[in-house]
């Protein structure tokens, strides 16, 4: 099951021929579920559920100048992205990870199994794939789900001013941005560039 939604919302106002201003604020937001079976029984060999949230809101502001041979455009961008998880699982099926192996080295599936030990009592053999920390959650033989929930929030924010130059049939493109972004990780870094062209006169 899943559910999405988004909302915006866009603002420019011309201060005169040479001055723009140019504002955004945004929402999204989306939700995803997995549900099990009723009986988690049903689900073989292992029963499942999942919820996860992913949201992003922000704003973003430019302003452009235009005067003589120079073309100013700055600007800045916030945003947050707030990200949610929880799941549970378990084991259902009394074969996934039987301590015990038959003859031919098929798992036993029997619940009462519970340890390498009970193996020779029924015939069988010591199963080397057996993982005892899983018993606690294996439900058929009495254990009960891990479960799981985690959050976090990132957030980065933005910031650039550029130019465009014109020195007769040169121009001159020079800007620098600095981002930051504080998330699972933290970095912050700035992009300084510069570009620069002619124009050809026509034939």
């Known amino acids: 099951f899943m559910r999405s939604g988004n909302f915006a919302v866009a603002y420019s106002h011309v201060f005169s021929a040479s001055r723009l201003l140019d504002a955004n604020l945004w929402w999204r937001g989306d939700l995803v579920n997995y549900y099990p079976s009723r009986n ?12 996860r949230s992913l949201k992003n809101f922000g704003a973003r502001v430019d302003a452009s100048f235009s005067k ?3 073309n100013l455009k700055t600007g800045a961008t916030v945003q947050w992205t707030p ?16 301590p015990c192996v038959n003859q031919d080295g098929v798992p036993v599936p029997d619940p009462t199994l519970r340890s390498p030990g009970q193996c ?11 993982q005892p920390s899983l018993l606690q ?3 058929s033989r009495g254990g009960k789900l891990y479960q799981f929930h985690g959050t976090a929030t990132i957030k980065e924010q933005s910031a650039y001013v550029q130019d465009f130059i014109t020195l007769g049939r040169f121009a001159i493109n020079p800007g620098v941005r600095i ?9 912050v870094g700035a992009q ?12």
């Not at 990200?83 to 039987?98: H, K, R, V, Y």
């Not at 020779?120 to 057996?130: E, H, L």
């Not at 981002?179 to 970095?187: T, V």
């Open 40 to 51: 988690v029984f049903a689900d073989q060999p292992t029963t499942l559920s999942q919820k």
């Open 68 to 70: 003589g041979r120079h």
């Open 83 to 98: 990200l949610a998880e929880s799941f549970a699982t378990g084991l259902t099926g009394p074969g996934f990870n039987s």
């Open 120 to 130: 020779s009592a029924t015939g069988d053999f010591p199963n080397s794939a057996f």
């Open 137 to 139: 959650y294996d439900l």
């Open 179 to 187: 981002d930051r972004y504080d998330g699972i990780s933290h970095s």
């Open 192 to 203: 300084p560039r510069v570009g620069l062209s002619y124009q050809l006169p026509a034939v």
